[in-house]
């Protein structure tokens, strides 16, 4: 009887996994400039210390060897592939907030908040908000 609940158990977990994998804001996320609606890059997305972050794995339009010359901090001119853009999101009911974004072209950082709408979990809108009040809204597609 043991042995049929462990398998039953184990079967059980296995079927779930794939499910909650897709809930997950975890993964390479193509990112799409809202301005332009060109794909700009692959940013992966982790989790380390019970907090979100983001780095750019992927360049779509430029070269490994761009630096972000505009950054600030530390990340002055530093090779955006591969820094860490997204910063310290926290999970927040169905969704994440309370972290950072840097946009490397300009150097300007922003509040940031991830969420999935709709349903739609192969979609992620990003969200960043300035310090005034401004705020703009990406959506980035779950790269497979």
């Not at 039953?8 to 897709?22: K, S, T, W």
């Not at 400039?33 to 210390?49: F, L, M, N, R």
């Not at 150097?107 to 009040?133: A, D, P, Q």
Request: with cysteine; hydrophobic share 35%; proline share 3%.
């Amino acid at each position: 009887m043991t042995k049929y609940l462990l398998s039953l158990l184990v079967l059980f977990a296995m079927g779930i996994a794939p499910l909650a994998a897709q809930n997950s804001l975890l993964g390479v996320w193509k990112t799409i400039d809202d301005e332009t609606g060109q794909a700009k890059s692959h940013v992966e997305i982790y989790e380390q210390g019970g907090k979100y972050y983001g780095k750019v794995v992927k360049l779509l339009q430029k070269g490994p060897d761009t630096v972000c010359d505009k950054c600030p901090g530390s990340k002055k001119n530093k090779l955006v592939l591969g820094m860490v853009i997204v910063e310290h999101l926290e999970k927040y009911k169905d969704y994440w907030k309370s972290g950072s974004i840097l946009d490397p072209v300009s150097g300007n950082e922003y509040g940031c908040s991830m969420w999935f709408e709709n349903g739609k979990t192969e979609e992620l809108k990003v969200r960043g908000k300035h310090w005034t009040g401004l705020y703009r809204t990406q959506t980035w597609y779950r790269v497979k």
